[in-house]
Structure formats: C-alpha cells, structure tokens
C-alpha cells in the first residue's frame, strides 16, 4: 500500500494542526506514569513486568527497562516476535499455546530470547509443548491459576500443584511458578489461594520461583499480596477513563487523548464527530457512553458507527461545540485504541516530538 503523503506530522508541529482522529501521546504524563509505577514496585521490593498490549512499542516499552522493569509482559507469540526483534531478551507470553504453527514459531522464539516463559492451565497445553520443546533448549512453564478473575486458569490449588508436577517432570519444561489475573479487589482470594499452592508445592519438593499478579486496577493495592514476587500491569502507562474509574488515576494522568473534529450540529443538543467504532472502539468497558470529551465533561457519546460518534448535548451549560472545534476524548480503554491506529503521535506542550509506527500492531497470534 502506498505511504500517503502528509498525514504523519513532523517534530515541531501544533497539536491544532493535524489531522482528526488521531490519538495523540503526552510525553510528561507518560513519563510520570512510568516513574510512579516503578518506584511503587520498588517500595514493595517486588519486581515489575509491564504488559507491552496497551502502547505495542519498543521504545516505550525500553523506557519502562530503563526506569526498572525487569522485563516485558506479551499475550500472543507474534507479539512476542516483534519485541524479541527489537532487543528485548526476558519476556513472559501469558498465554494458552496451542497448535503445530504456533508451537513452531514458540520453538524459534526460545532460541532467540534469553528468558522467556510462558503459562498453562491444563494438561493439553503442557503435552504440545512437552512434544515441541527437549533438553537442548527447555522452555520455563508456569501454571496460571483463576484466583476469582474467572477466564483461564486452574481452579484449586490441588490442581496448581498437579500441573506443575506434570511440567517439572517433562525433560524439555521447567516448572517457572504461579501466574494469576484475579479480579479487581481480590487481593484476599489471591493470597489464599497461592499460599495454598506453594504449601502443596513445598511438600512435593518442587520450588516455586515466581508468583506473578497482574492488573492496573489494584495496582496500588499490590502489597495486600505478600506472597506475590512480581507485578503485571500495561494500561498504567497511559491510563484512560476506567483507571479513573477504578481510582487508580486521575483525569490529569491520562496520556492518550483523541483528537476529533465536530463535522455537524444537526441539532441545538446533538453533536456529530468524527470519531466512530474505528477510532475510539465500541468497548465499553461498563460505561454507557464511549469516552469523555475534556473540554465538554457533561456531553457524552452516545453512539457510533464505523466514522461518526453522535454526542449528546442536552446536559452541558451553553452554546456547546461549534461545527470545526477540535476536541479531546479521553478513551474508555486505551489499549484498544491503539491496536486501530498504524502510528503514535507523541507530544509535549501540544507540539508533536516525534511520531511512532505500532511496531505490534494486529499481532493476534
């Protein structure tokens, strides 16, 4: 496809000045997220391991090694490709891997990346990768346990300590540790949970050397888990409207906004921009419009379809948005948004400082 001139702006240039929509990247707050974040983990002597799903770049990605990190969290193994090309050499894959082309490519991946790890939650999973991986070049396997997130998972520790038996006696698998995703506020079932696990894991004589929990949610909250070595978080760095939501932020530490162009006013109390499904998502993610307009928080996007978002105005003071404004939406989940867009627009003081292609973009494999 050819590159079409003139859409991507250069350093230097106003935010006022580009094309709509377009999420746009605030350098400062991004970076006060990743400092935040990281001298969190380091005030619990934990390890931190972002998940790379919500921004898919390795250039952000290398400022959150260098403010710390241990290493980086993928969900898929092409995703994993693209950071094990760019440099990146610990990188844990919690993921179900299943099928001959995907185990292949996991097969090729171990050897080119120094640590990488992956997860499981039966024994049909740990045969494929029994069958793929021998000696020469073992793969470290952990157990991911449902501690309330209800989604993959064993679902007692019994069941956590058989599988790991399974994993440590495979000559081409090590047993890596416990990995969980709980639910928000679940702190309680998690702890009891593990511990259960490793005591169970103790009299077998079989080590446990990671527990790692993630989420953005209660990342605050991650001392409630003393048992855990190691924290997973990806939508910390830029936040959005549901880690307001969730109080893990506020609305001055959202780092993506959307740029969109109100392209009507049909009516004195509805709005048309020109942001639909295909730039701001339809995840709603329990709310019940899909983004908050900064300059206008009582409107709300009520609809969309694939390249218009009709806002409702009837509850703001005024005249409202005039046909032309540009305006800012903070997403209900960024993560999403970024999986819709090639490149990343990054500023500073609302001038472009430079523009990034989503290096991960559509790795759904």
């Not at 006022?16 to 999420?23: A, D, I, R, V």
């Not at 002597?45 to 770049?57: S, V």
Request: charge should be negative.
């Amino acid at each position: 496809m050819p590159e079409i001139a003139n859409i991507w702006p250069a350093p230097g240039t106003p935010l006022t000045e580009l094309l709509t929509p377009l999420p746009v990247i605030d350098e400062a707050r991004m970076a006060a997220n990743i400092a935040r974040a990281q001298a969190h983990m380091n005030s619990l002597g934990r390890a931190f391991r972002p998940h790379i799903k919500t921004h898919k770049l390795p250039e952000v990605a290398r400022a959150q090694i260098e403010a710390g990190a241990v290493g980086i969290n993928c969900q898929k193994v092409t995703e994993a490709e693209v950071f094990a090309a760019a440099g990146f050499d610990d990188i844990l894959i919690t993921y179900n891997i299943l099928g001959a082309a995907r185990l292949a490519r996991l097969k090729a991946l171990n050897t080119k990346v120094g640590h990488l790890s992956v997860t499981a939650d039966s024994s049909e999973v740990v045969a494929g990768l029994a069958a793929t991986f021998g000696a020469e070049e073992p793969l470290t396997v952990l157990v991911e346990c449902d501690t309330g997130g209800k989604r993959c998972g064993v679902q007692t520790p019994e069941a956590a300590a058989a599988l790991a038996g399974e994993i440590a006696a495979t000559e081409g698998l090590r047993f890596g540790g416990l990995m969980t995703y709980p639910a928000p506020g679940g702190a309680v079932a998690v702890e009891a949970f593990v511990t259960g696990a490793k005591a169970l894991l103790d009299e077998a004589s079989l080590e446990c050397p990671v527990v790692t929990v993630g989420g953005t949610p209660d990342f605050f909250a991650a001392g409630d888990i003393p048992s855990a070595t190691e924290h997973r978080a990806g939508t910390y760095v830029y936040n959005d409207r549901a880690m307001v939501r969730a109080g893990h932020a506020s609305l001055d530490d959202c780092a993506m906004h959307i740029l969109v162009t109100v392209v009507s006013r049909p009516t004195p109390d509805r709005a048309v921009i020109d942001a639909g499904s295909k730039a701001l998502t339809s995840d709603l993610l329990g709310f019940e419009d899909h983004g908050l307009i900064v300059e206008y928080p009582g409107a709300r996007i009520t609809g969309l379809s694939e390249e218009h978002g009709v806002v409702d105005l009837s509850d703001i003071e005024g005249e409202g948005p005039k046909v032309g404004d540009v305006l800012r939406v903070i997403p209900n989940h960024t993560c999403v948004v970024t999986n819709l867009f090639d490149r990343m627009v990054f500023h500073d003081g609302a001038v472009v400082t430079r523009v990034l292609e989503v290096a991960a973009r559509s790795t759904v494999w």
